[in-house]
């Protein structure tokens, strides 16, 4: 499967965080192992095509050097060719050596036969090495002879060019493969932070949002014409009993409603009390977000609150306080997830508010 293939893509958002992948964590890390394997089989195949095509340019090299005078020798060659030629000779002789020392030891004694298998293993290793030489300076001639030469070898110089461009096509393909994991791998490990922050993955949430909106869920309260809730879960009305000073839950981000003179505050920690007041429990219910307002509706209390009438939102770890215009207390909501129940708010508010 080749890197241009879309069924290996998946759809990518532009967001404010910068581009997030319309896929799961999970999904993208197997999409990236995938890149990662193709790539290591595309890499070993380019390998297998270069050194076919060696093969092949050694063998035109060798029909070459097998005979110098039937074609032009460019004046830089010479002295490869004629090394080349003084290789050739040398195995051809060395390959007799070995035919006449094999033929002598059928016939010697044990002493004998020991002494001609040395000089044979020794014949061998020279051949070996020139073998070898004769090969690199084949496949140099090769690249290095003019465009027409013999017939045998242009077809074989033909086929090696072939091979070479075939694995540089493929080298390119590799590369944009390793490119798209890597991409794939540091997004994986921005949506982990992400996770690690806010509990869940924000940022693929925030550009499903973008592209799809919040899908509507059902909820305890009578909605009205063009009302639809995004939001409703279990929650406990708190309020504070008397005022209290909390430290140390401020330490988050804020930023305004629209042009509003509104701001938004969320809070990266719980604060903690540092006097003796605290919050008491009002009731058990449900805290809901539609597109129209903020509501409660608890056993025995309930309330709602105008989305533009929202003055001030902080987030805990376990619930939120919200403010309101006309109230000076804020009302609090404890709840599970008050960081996920905060970021779809802030869409709504964000939609149906700022402007």
Do not use: C
Request: charged share 20%; net charge negative; no cysteine.
């Amino acid at each position: 499967m080749a890197p241009d293939d879309q069924t290996m893509e998946f759809p990518v958002v532009q967001t404010d965080a910068g581009p997030v992948t319309l896929a799961t964590v999970a999904e993208i890390q197997l999409r990236s192992s995938q890149w990662k394997e193709w790539a290591t089989k595309a890499k070993q195949s380019a390998q297998e095509m270069r050194a076919q095509a060696d093969e092949k340019l050694a063998q035109a090299g060798g029909v070459l050097v097998a005979q110098p005078t039937a074609w032009q020798v460019p004046a830089e060659s010479q002295d490869a060719v004629q090394t080349a030629v003084t290789l050739a000779q040398q195995i051809t002789a060395d390959d007799q050596s070995v035919t006449a020392l094999d033929q002598q030891r059928s016939s010697a004694n044990i002493f004998g036969r020991i002494g001609l298998k040395h000089r044979e293993s020794k014949v061998e290793q020279d051949r070996q090495s020139a073998a070898a030489r004769l090969r690199e300076l084949s496949i140099a001639i090769a690249r290095a002879a003019p465009p027409t030469t013999l017939a045998q070898a242009d077809e074989l110089r033909s086929a090696a060019a072939q091979l070479d461009s075939q694995a540089s096509a493929v080298d390119v393909e590799v590369q944009a493969a390793e490119t798209r994991a890597a991409a794939y791998d540091a997004e994986v490990a921005s949506r982990q932070q992400a996770i690690k922050a806010m509990g869940f993955d924000s940022l693929y949430e925030a550009a499903t949002l973008q592209t799809s909106g919040a899908k509507p869920v059902s909820s305890p309260i009578l909605t009205k014409p063009g009302e639809e809730a995004y939001v409703s879960v279990p929650a406990t009305l708190a309020r504070m009993v008397t005022h209290t000073q909390y430290v140390g839950g401020s330490s988050g981000f804020n930023f305004p409603i629209g042009h509003t003179g509104i701001r938004y505050r969320v809070g990266s920690f719980r604060g903690h009390p540092v006097s003796q007041q605290a919050l008491t429990h009002v009731d058990q219910g449900t805290f809901v977000v539609t597109n129209q307002r903020l509501a409660y509706v608890g056993q025995t209390k309930s309330t709602s609150i105008p989305l533009i009438k929202i003055l001030h939102v902080e987030v805990y770890d376990d619930g939120i306080s919200v403010s309101r215009e006309g109230k000076e207390n804020p009302d609090w909501y404890l709840m599970s997830e008050a960081k996920h129940v905060v970021f779809l708010l802030n869409w709504v508010l964000s939609k149906h508010v700022a402007s």
